[in-house]
């Protein structure tokens, strides 16, 4: 036997005094000199970049016990047609709910006229208005728009033949099961950090389950808002994936849209009329991206008396001695209040804030304030009640709660071990979905 030639003795570092890149071992990579300064605060570069808080902040949260929620909305107290027909005292509307002593006002082909409803078809297809004036219907004898104003009736006559019934719809959602886990090995759970994480700590795995935890919050609320449903012949459908009617989606087709920004009066006087329409909710949280934001305080901006391109100390309470504030938080324009808010998730630009505005880029949603008169289920009409007009849903049952819901498997931080996984996973689920009220009341604004 011998000894091996390899590997050979080594002689160096060797024992001078000078230190060297040979013999001086730096804690990082082995090639620095002198100990670096460290700064121990994680540096959160990109701020707060959590997106919780417009549903949560909005809406009221409400535990239910089944697969989906219904809930019926009832319908408006008033009918009008604007598409009536008419040939001499005839009109033409199917399936009209208009009576027999009814005093009907009409317009079009520049008058405004009323008639008395003397005959309805028995198939409600048709109605004979008389005229109250002696030229005769004047309104035209297409596209007519119909209303019923009042109702005549001579003595000693019977009453009313007919009652109308509130009209409800009934609507319904479904909540979306939410999952999520992070993953620490044992080993990296006993491994120190130099840098402080956010929750105090030197111990670099429980920022990561922190910033996990975030995400997993981020996501609920960004699905809750952006949502769709599955259709019918989907492929996701296909697979047993039935998806949830999310905020906007809820909006775009029972609600209002407005393509593109909102920039000059004329655009906020359509708006306010369309909302006469709908309901006239006075107070509304406008949340808006970077551009809508802007283009309000420009458009308000111009609007002071003393600009002529420039800016006046008078504006916005400006004086000569302080910093010009050029921006606005809300404004009224005719009966209606507007209050203006950021919304991150439309700024974000690894979220909504990448989609060009071409593509459909949602640039702000109007919510009402307030609570909406609903029905509970198909109940009757004594069974009214109130509702926000945002109302997130979560499913609990007994001691089973998964609003969001979170548990520790594997052998690593825990005392009782559930398999022989030399890590600890910890694990996310939750189970919600929105309800959104009166989305004729609400405006989403998207596009270029």
Known sequence: ??????????????????PTAENYIDIFDYTTQFEPDAYEKLISIYGDQSLMGM???????????SDQFIWTEKGRLHTSYEAVGRAGNVFSQPNHVYRVGEVVACSGNGNFQLGRITAVAADNSTFTAVPYKAAGWLVGTADIKTFISHSEFQKNTGGMEGSLETDFTVLNNKTIIFKDNYIASGSDVTQDSWVETDNGGFVWYLQSELDGRRRFEDRIEMGLILGQDAEAGSEAASAGYEGSE?????????GNVFDGLATTLADWDSILKRFDKQGKIREYMFFVDRDQSLAIDDLLGTLNAGYSGGISYGMFDNDE???????????????????????????????????????????????PYGDKEVYDGTSTMADRITRPYLSVKYRMKGSENRRHKTWITGSVGTSTPTDDNDHMRVNHLADRGVCTIGSNNFMIFEGA
Do not use: C, H
């Open 321 to 367: 001695e302080m910093a010009v504030n050029l921006g606005f938080t809300g404004f009224r324009r005719g009966t209606y209040n507007f209050y203006k808010s950021d919304w991150k998730l439309l700024n974000d630009p690894q979220l909504l804030g990448a989609v060009d505005p071409a593509d459909g880029k949602v640039r702000g949603l109007l919510v």
């Open 246 to 254: 999310g905020l906007f989606e809820s909006v775009r087709t029972r």
């Open 55 to 65: 549903l949560f902040e909005l809406g009221s949260e409400e535990a239910i016990s």
């Open 1 to 18: 036997m011998a000894l091996a030639g390899t590997p050979a003795p080594s002689f160096t570092p060797s024992s001078i005094k000078k």
